[in-house]
């Protein structure tokens, strides 16, 4: 199956007022070609090198997504041209992103990334984190980042049951945080859950942006990836 009849096929399940973002890890540039003609324009990439290199050779009206873990040193990389940053999950990490939004002067979008899954090695945060760092004088004081939602991913696994479990705990912590700082900003409403193998549950627990990888663009093949 081509890249253009997969996107149509998955935006024919996923209602208009979801977001699909193309997760083009890894892929070629003439991949991402294809998506872009057939009417994608929202990239999501892991690597900041990698996303660097697309950004510079693709047309300027795609969205970059940057949907991986992010290394502070490198954040100044993408701070130019990034249209959200999807992994924040420390402090630390927030005020690079502040500081290199002040120095490109614009604002930069973001999503707090939560811990919902049973696996140990996924990153985010815990709510009584994010609530802290909601608190912090520091966070208060920031002026070039924009806090949109969050993010998560639930446990590769079968079981169905475990996985809604999961993205509606995301979603019961979006509405937390909603209630509790983000009560008077419109803009915080963007709940980041859903790949390729889980995302009809995701819009059932009350995903907006979905992040769709091998279902658009095939299978991975990790072996040559630097
Ligand atoms: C790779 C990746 C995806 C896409 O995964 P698929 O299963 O290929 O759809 C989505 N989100 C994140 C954070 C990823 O790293």
Redesign the pocket.
């Known amino acids: 199956m081509s890249v253009k009849t997969n996107i149509e096929g998955i935006r024919h399940e996923v209602p208009d007022s979801v977001t699909l973002v193309a ?1 083009s ?1 890894t892929k070629p540039i003439e991949m991402l070609r294809e998506a872009y003609t057939a009417g994608e324009r929202i990239f ?1 990439e ?1 690597r900041v090198q990698e996303m660097v290199d697309k950004y510079v050779e693709l047309p300027k009206d795609i969205a970059w997504h940057m ?2 873990h992010l290394q502070t040193n490198k954040v100044k990389f993408i701070a130019p041209f990034v249209a959200l940053i ?2 924040v999950d420390s402090l630390a990490l927030l005020k690079t992103i502040d500081k290199e939004g002040k120095k490109c002067n614009r604002t930069i979008f973001c999503l707090l990334q939560f811990h919902i899954a049973q696996e140990e090695s996924k990153f985010g945060l815990t709510l009584e984190e994010a609530s802290e760092l909601l608190q912090s004088e520091t966070f208060k004081a920031m002026k070039h980042v924009e806090i949109r939602g969050v993010m998560g ?1 639930a446990t590769f696994t079968e079981n169905e049951q475990q996985v809604r479990t999961e993205f509606r705990h995301l979603k019961r912590i979006y509405d937390t945080l909603k209630q509790k700082f983000f009560s008077g900003q419109s803009s915080f409403d963007t709940i980041s859950m859903g ?3 889980d995302y009809r549950i995701a819009i059932e627990e009350g995903s907006t942006m979905v ?5 658009i663009f095939g299978e ?1 093949d990790y072996v040559n990836v630097k």
């Open positions: 997760v890890k999501g892991n949907i991986g999807h992994g991913m790949m390729s193998g992040r769709i990888g091998s279902s991975r």
